[in-house]
């Protein structure tokens, strides 16, 4: 019978003594309260109490009165070093260099399992503690274990270096290398003992020697590419990856993938200068290898050569007798680098080959576009060349009869017509008609929808452009396509003055897929926040926003006069900065490269150190660049910018066209 528990007690009343030999037997022990709730004889049935009240004490009592089991080791936890262990001891003494006493557990570690990792811990720190002969003893006890190891006698020969004997040491790497037998597994092995101990010339002889023994001249050459690397002799070991196509032309992926790899660290462009110099040499020694050519075509990419990749492209395709494959990839390279005039050479030259040539249609609409990004993207091209590509728009639109293929040249005829030959009535026709063509993807609808949101903006009819830029932006919400037309809507907002709305929509657009979009909702996010005073006026930002929409009209005298508003009616404004900085883009765009530059000089100087003037000197440097072919000033402005902000999104550019007006080979 179990004695019943009074209800105003609880587990607590319970005693018992506690047998460990640390504690005074005399005294009892009370363990903790489990519960401050009372047991009660009418909530609890008194067996299940009693069974309770058992399992609660003979747990506890069994804790304290019997050794408690080992744990279960599982399988993979059986080979797992635990904690505490020798090799974690002998790890931390051989990292705080206490070698000696590390020498000694590593010993006693390598006598109850010979493994590799003990075995070359012991070895250093018997050298490091100078306990030469000791080390001897172990490489030879392991030589006599495995006698054909080759890799125990330039240990040995390793050792004797240490210990200030090098012609002995000499006379063993040299025994080495005269037992190597025509097995590859040997011969790597003595070359990555080799590589080890730091013998990188042997390592090479070794290689070289088991080619002899192997009978084959390509044998190893990776693994000599990389040895040749790592002694800074890169001639060779470009050599040997260029050999390797010799020997396998299979292997062109790999051996391209290991050259990049090696050319992404060339600081000083040296390993760029031997790779070209070795490659070209061998290309015009070679004319009838074509991977050679291959290679040079591939190369000439990296570097963004443009020219000369279409040279080995073209080559290659008359000699293989391909479909121009590689042409349409290159093009397609060169007009995302505005290379346009390389991407209209590949596009003339399958247009010659002829209507059999797979890519006949494709090219010729390609030609037609890419004359028209290449004429836009000039500053006030003449009314003779607008003209012009009207035309071949026309013709080319008109050659492709209802074809869905057409509707880029469609587009870009309605922005020519537009936006540069003051015709927005016949843009506006030509993108409602295509919009309805049968056969057009969603993508080309949501594209001419966007073209005209753009055109209607331009005349003025802003209602119907908001109202198309938000049903894009709804068929392709969560594309880039999508953010494109809500980034246009929050700039149309901008341009009419709502401008708590355009920063809302500019601040979601901040995370958008498109670094561009991105960037320029950042931008308006910037511009609005810093320029707009809720509590005040918004008078220099909506004088300002007007300039921009009358620019984007392409009114960019009356946009200039408005922006001149601005610094008369306030001496003193954020938005001064902005203001000219503008100005230097509109003369800019109007072709008047040295007021465009004197702007930006002028924002650089009045400004230095805001938010637009890292920029301002990028834009400064890039015209005294490319367009008034100041070559000394750019560079002074390029190392200004590097100097003055070198925390700028600018600089990896500003420094990368430094180096290439030094005369720097660029990838």
Known sequence: MVRQQPASTGIKDFKFVKTDQSVNHNKLHVPRPVSRVPFSSSLVPRPALLFLIILLFSSRTFSQDQKPPNPIILPFQQNAPQPGTDEQLARQLYQNREFEKAAEVYERLYEKNPASQYYQYLLFCLVEITEYGKAERVIKKCQRAEPEALKYQVDLGYINNRAGNPDKAKKLFEDALKKLSPNQQQIFELATAFLSRGENEYAVRTYLKGRQLVNDSFAFGFEMAAVYERMGDFENSMTEYLNLLQGNKSQMNTVQDRIQMTLAFDVNNEKHEIFRKILLTRAQKNPDETYYTEMLWWYSIQQKDF??????????????????????????????????????????????????????????????????????????????????????????????????????????????????????????????????????????????????????LFTGDVWEATLLYQQAYQDFKFDVLGQEAKFKNAKLSFYIGEFKWAKAQSDILKAATSRFISNDAIALSLLISENYDPDSN????????????????????????????????????????????????????????????????????????????????????????????????????????????PGSIYVPEARKQFRMLRGDKVQ
């Open 538 to 645: 918004t008078v220099a930002l909506g004088i300002y926003a007007r300039a921009d929409l009358l620019n984007y009209r392409n009114q960019e005298d009356l946009a200039i006069a408005t922006l001149d508003s601005i610094p008369r009616l306030f001496t003193v404004h954020p938005i001064l900065q902005q203001v000219l900085y503008k100005k230097g883009e509109i003369k800019r765009k109007q072709g008047k490269y040295a007021e465009a530059d004197s702007l930006f000089r002028l924002l650089a100087n009045e400004y230095s150190g805001e938010m637009l003037a890292d920029e301002a000197l990028m834009q400064s440097a890039a015209l005294n660049e490319k367009q008034l072919k100041n070559r000394e000033k750019a560079m002074a402005l390029y190392q200004e910018l590097l100097d003055q902000y």
């Open 307 to 456: 020219e000369l990749a279409f040279i080995q492209a073209k080559a290659l395709d008359r000699r293989l007798k391909e479909n121009g494959d590689k042409l349409v990839s290159l093009a397609s390279l060169a007009i995302s680098n505005e290379q346009y005039d390389v991407a209209i050479e590949c596009y003339q030259y399958l247009i010659s080959k002829g209507t059999a040539c797979a890519h006949y249609d494709y090219s010729r609409r390609e030609l037609a576009n890419t004359r028209y990004l290449k004429i836009i993207s000039e500053p006030a091209p003449s009314a003779q060349l607008l003209e012009s590509l009207e035309k071949e728009l026309r013709d080319e639109i008109i050659n492709a009869g209802n074809d869905p293929a057409s509707i880029s040249l469609i587009r870009n005829l309605a922005h020519l017509k537009a936006f540069y030959l003051v015709k927005p009535d016949e843009a506006i026709d030509l993108l409602n008609q295509a919009i309805e063509m049968t056969g057009v993807t969603a993508a080309d609808r949501a594209k001419c929808k966007i073209e005209l949101a753009d055109i209607l």
